[in-house]
């Protein structure tokens, strides 16, 4: 294994270690990514592709929480239909934190397939829960009221293109 850089240049290293099958030599190598910062962020979205092992996602999804660099929001949101529901919870509490910013990229990953995705409308939800956006309240209640319903899931879609729509032309 190579020897990592603590210089905030090189976290290939550290990316390597997440991939350990020993658990405090992983929670070691997240936190020198989270405080290399954003430099370590196109590493970890990489991370958090499906072909990588769950325990590398879990790690990558955390540290990008911690770092919280908007780039990650896209990725985020694919990472809320992870086969690991822990990975999934993860990319939910992340883009929680970033509210509004979130909105957008979410909201689009709805109205394209929402309708199809059981996790993706879980994890939107647990995004969206609680959150408030004053003159958005009341497209924001709607699509959590869809998000709500398992009987008709393509109400997801439109209550998320409504709300786009309304965010597009308000801001």
């Given amino acids: 294994m190579k020897k990592a850089k603590d210089n905030g240049k090189d976290s290939t290293a550290w990316m390597d270690m997440l991939a350990s099958k020993d658990g405090m030599l992983r929670q070691k190598a997240r936190e ?5 910062g ?5 590493s970890l979205i990489q991370a958090l592709k499906p072909s990588q092992p769950d325990q590398v996602r879990w790690e990558a999804a955390k540290a990008l929480s911690a770092i919280g ?5 896209p990725a985020l949101v694919d990472t809320l239909e992870d086969r690991e529901s822990g990975v999934a919870w993860l990319a939910a509490e992340a883009l929680h934190h970033f509210n509004q910013v979130a909105w957008v990229p979410l909201l689009q990953a709805l109205v394209e397939r929402g309708t199809n995705s059981v996790p993706l409308r879980q994890g939107a939800h647990h995004v969206l829960n609680k959150q408030e956006g004053n ?9 959590l009221k869809a998000l709500e319903s398992k009987t008709v899931p393509e109400a997801t879609a439109v209550a998320a293109l409504a709300f786009l729509k309304r965010v597009e032309t308000e801001t």
Avoid: G, W, Y
């Fill in 69 to 73: 660099d908007v780039r990650s929001i």
């Fill in 32 to 36: 020198a990514l989270v405080k290399l």
């Fill in 135 to 143: 003159r958005f309240n009341d497209v924001l209640a709607a699509l």
């Fill in 38 to 42: 954003k430099p370590a962020v196109p």
